[in-house]
């Protein structure tokens, strides 16, 4: 789906690959890609939460519920791309 890049403009796309939930932790892995002036990674927790988490699990609420993320980022056939990878509790 066609989202908002989080520096406010621009569009960029970004897909849920999976969501999983084992003994009370979340796991949800995020692909985005598009090119835009800013790029495709963001280490802050509390923008990427309100970017992509709310975005892909209605449930999440609080982005302090967050306990780990990982990314892998590059570029394929010239577009960049970032794969997410969140861990929070639920």
């Given amino acids: 789906m066609k ?3 989080y520096a406010g403009y621009g569009t960029v796309t970004a897909n849920k690959i999976s969501k999983t939930v084992k003994n009370g932790i979340c796991t949800l892995k995020v692909h985005v890609e598009g090119n835009h002036e800013y790029g495709l990674f ?3 927790l509390y923008d990427l939460s309100n970017w992509l988490i709310k975005r892909f699990d209605r449930a999440f609420t609080d982005y302090r519920s967050i ?9 394929k056939n010239d ?8 861990q929070y509790e639920v």
Avoid: L
């Fill in 67 to 75: 306990i780990g993320m990982e990314y892998d980022d590059g570029y």
């Fill in 42 to 44: 963001r280490d802050d």
């Fill in 79 to 86: 577009v960049e791309y970032c794969n997410y990878t969140f």
């Fill in 3 to 5: 989202i908002k890049h």
